[in-house]
């Protein structure tokens, strides 16, 4: 009889064992999936993982189309996902480590998430109903250590319960909400998979609101006057003290009053000297804001590597709401082990020679300190260095001294108009030296100069410009405005805002409402508001929080939420036709702009427009089968259109996007512009080498002569006889046989 740990990851169960182990612990298991026994004083232990969640919830009966439902329960994740099938393989070795275990203890991340994970394992794999919980912030020896000797006698009942009823809510909502959606579409005559959600509602909301402003934003001139001057032998630049003028006339009067002036004198000085405070320590959403600015990583991909950081013991728990660090984690343990790498180890002999104080910022979390790294140097590529570099960084720089900054504002008098030069500048570095590359601040120093001094005037302009509309958000800025207006979670964020991508509600780097999106919304509020509510939906996640701190019962947040759904579902189903007869249109409009290329070259009628096929994307006529043209396009990339024609043979540009690169390129694959850069023309080089060129075995059968060449079809790019159509032998890309 053993007492059996139960971890989230792999990675995870290695790192605990290693930590735990008297000896060196023993790797047992098979098929990729292992588990270690350790002896820990007399004590033998069995330390096994799960993969995430093994657990799903799913509807108990009945036809999955039907809605509202609320009878579901938690079933094994294989057998209800097939891309969940890889999970059946742990679930059945922690069945067959729990029959011979007498203690159970939980060690998965410390969250809600976490803590759901190792409920249902405890109660629905090992039959148990309660655990140990160990509970740590790092997977270092000395925390996990520390962890299992004051591991608690029970699970974190708040959080556990909190997690399951968002896991119940999410699913109500989720499920029912995509349901009525895609019945709606149905019942207008497509078929179309629709999806919303709690959160996913009221975010795509918030940006098609923003749309909205943008759209409806009607510019305001206004005027603005300019001083290009020079003083001691340095430039200056002045604006006049107005700043701006809505009314050009009066605009108009200060450059007649400044016209033909060669001078300015200086009326005055003013200098304001200020510290400038060290940053805060990182939460998870400041992370990825501050990832995104500095080196344009997408918040989900940054979450993914700093969780891969976090395994691997360099850093501590990502998933995290605080911006404070306490001494327990051990200042100067863990300054002393990053200075043994040569980028940091300047940096921290300066600061091991203070009394080390963080500068701690207001937001907490019950699980979890800010983001710090442990002293231990990673091992990864190199977007994983920049996210380590940025974390270490950031924490070095929360120890450092203020920064101390100077601005300067000059008042220069032209015939009794006022014209301000302003600037600022950097008297002592102080923690910016730590945060280094990642301090982005205007430093503009202007001449030393005292009152009476001459400004010699270069010329005076009068400027036009105009209010601009707001800006459209960012993947990090969104994040930062569901995180303001109480929506969703730290570890969920990312995800409801890739979701709605994939979804095509938006598009762009600074995100934008599609038609399908902003029509969505404009449906939804007209028929059924309550789905894209954010009050209702934040009102859902604070009582949640009260679940976690055991002031509310799961069941009456649950019973509440089913009764406002119902209401909810049964209004839009009043309308349902008229829903979805508008959700359709709006579907059919936005798929036709994001796959429109241009005018089809040859029947001058129809739209080029991308299509899948079998062997991947291709471009056809929207006028087939009347008109059959079609071109290649990459199948490994994605490919949507580009508002630029070919200077060269005046075909569509088409826009290649992959993960690091992004490229234009010209539909027509005789273009001149291909040359031999092109693909085609990689393409062509492998035949002349006769790498690809070869004899059709076809022909070769018959005792004609026949080769096989690259062509293109509908279906994409392929290998076919140069005796077509005498011969159809064709070959897919690759070399692996497809007779037709």
């Given at each position: 009889?053993?007492e ?38 007399k ?26 439902v ?16 890889f ?38 794999t ?89 759209k ?93 950081l ?14 404070q ?109 730590y945060?280094?590359?990642?301090v ?26 105009e ?87 799961k ?20 309308e ?17 702009v ?42 490994d ?21 992959r ?60 290998y ?8 159809k ?12």
């Amino acid at each position: 009889m053993y007492e059996l740990i139960i971890t989230e990851k792999p990675a995870a169960a290695q790192k605990i064992a290693d930590a735990l182990a008297d000896g060196k612990p023993i790797r047992e298991g098979s098929q990729g999936v292992y588990y270690y026994k350790i002896t820990r004083g007399k004590k033998d232990i069995v330390v096994a993982c799960a993969v995430g969640h093994l657990y799903g919830l799913d509807q108990k009966e009945g036809s999955k189309w039907q809605f509202p439902v609320f009878d579901i329960e938690w079933q094994p994740s294989h057998e209800t996902r097939k891309e969940s099938a890889f999970t059946k393989k742990y679930l059945q070795q922690l069945k067959k480590l729990a029959k011979e275990a007498k203690e159970f203890t939980v060690a998965c991340d410390y969250d809600v998430e976490g803590e759901v994970i190792g409920l249902n394992v405890v109660r629905y794999t090992c039959n148990q109903k309660d655990a140990a919980r160990m509970k740590f912030s790092t997977l270092t020896k000395p925390d996990l250590i520390e962890a299992y000797e004051n591991k608690s006698k029970t699970l974190d009942w708040g959080q556990a319960n909190a997690g399951e009823t968002r896991h119940f809510l999410d699913w109500y909502n989720g499920i029912n909400y995509s349901r009525a959606l895609t019945d709606a579409i149905k019942q207008a005559g497509a078929f179309k998979i629709m999806s919303t959600g709690r959160v996913q509602g009221p975010a795509l909301k918030i940006i098609v609101d923003r749309e909205k402003e943008i759209k409806a934003f009607k510019p305001v001139p206004f005027w603005q006057i300019q001083l290009l001057g020079n003083v001691k032998k340095q430039d200056i630049e002045a604006w006049h003290k107005q700043d701006k003028f809505w009314k050009k006339e009066e605009a108009e009067e200060v450059m007649k009053n400044v016209k033909g002036q060669k001078n300015g004198i200086i009326d005055k000085i003013e200098k304001n000297q200020f510290n400038q405070a060290p940053p805060f320590p990182f939460d998870l959403t400041t992370l990825q804001i501050e990832a995104y600015r500095c080196h344009g990583i997408q918040p989900k991909e940054t979450l993914s590597i700093a969780q891969d950081l976090y395994t691997s013991g360099c850093i501590s728990y990502p998933r995290t709401s605080s911006q404070q660090l306490t001494p327990k984690i051990g200042y100067n343990k863990i300054i002393s082990a990053l200075s043994k790498q040569s980028s940091y180890s300047d940096l921290c002999s300066n600061l091991l020679k203070n009394e080390l104080k963080p500068n701690n910022g207001t937001k907490t979390d019950p699980a979890h300190p800010a983001i710090y790294p442990t002293g231990i140097a990673p091992k990864t590529e190199q977007r994983g260095l920049r996210i380590y570099d940025l974390i270490v960084r950031r924490f070095l720089a929360t120890f450092a001294e203020p920064a101390l900054r100077e601005t300067m504002v000059i008042y220069v008098d032209v015939n009794k108009e006022i014209f301000i030069a302003k600037g600022t500048r950097t008297i002592k570095k102080g923690w910016h030296v730590y945060y280094g590359p990642y301090v982005k601040l205007e430093e503009i120093e202007l001449p030393s100069v005292v009152k009476g001094d001459i400004v010699d005037i270069k010329k005076i302009t009068l400027q036009e410009k105009e209010t601009q509309p707001p800006r459209r958000y960012t993947p990090a800025s969104i994040i930062k405005e569901l995180e303001k207006r109480g929506l969703g979670t730290k570890s969920t964020r990312a995800i409801i805002v890739d979701t709605l991508f994939q979804r095509g509600y938006v598009h762009g780097t600074a995100i934008e409402a599609t038609e399908f999106g902003i029509k969505t919304i404009e449906t939804l509020e007209k028929h059924a508001p309550k789905i894209v509510d954010e009050e209702l939906t934040r009102h859902f996640e604070e009582e949640m929080e009260e679940i976690r701190e055991n002031k509310k019962k799961k069941e009456e947040v649950l019973e509440e939420a089913k009764d406002a759904l119902s209401k909810i579902i049964n209004d839009f189903k009043k309308e349902e036709k008229e829903i979805g007869k508008k959700l359709l249109s709006a579907f059919r409009e936005t798929r036709d702009v994001m796959t429109t290329l241009g005018k089809c070259p040859n029947c001058k009628d129809g739209d080029l427009q991308i299509r899948k096929g079998k062997f991947g994307q291709f471009a056809a006529c929207n006028k087939y089968p009347k008109c059959k043209t079609t071109f290649s396009l990459p199948t490994d990339a994605k490919i949507v259109p580009s508002k630029n024609l070919c200077t060269i043979c005046g075909f569509s540009m088409v826009k290649e996007i992959r993960k690091k690169s992004a490229k234009e390129f010209c539909l027509n694959p005789k273009c001149k512009s291909k040359h031999v850069e092109g693909e085609a023309g990689k393409q062509a080089k492998a035949i002349a080498k006769g790498k690809i060129e070869k004899e059709c075995p076809k022909c070769k059968e018959a005792g004609r002569e026949g080769k096989l060449v690259l062509r293109g079809s509908i279906y994409g790019k392929f290998y076919g006889c140069s005796n077509y159509p005498k011969c159809k032998h064709i070959e897919k890309l690759g070399n692996s046989p497809n007779k037709q």
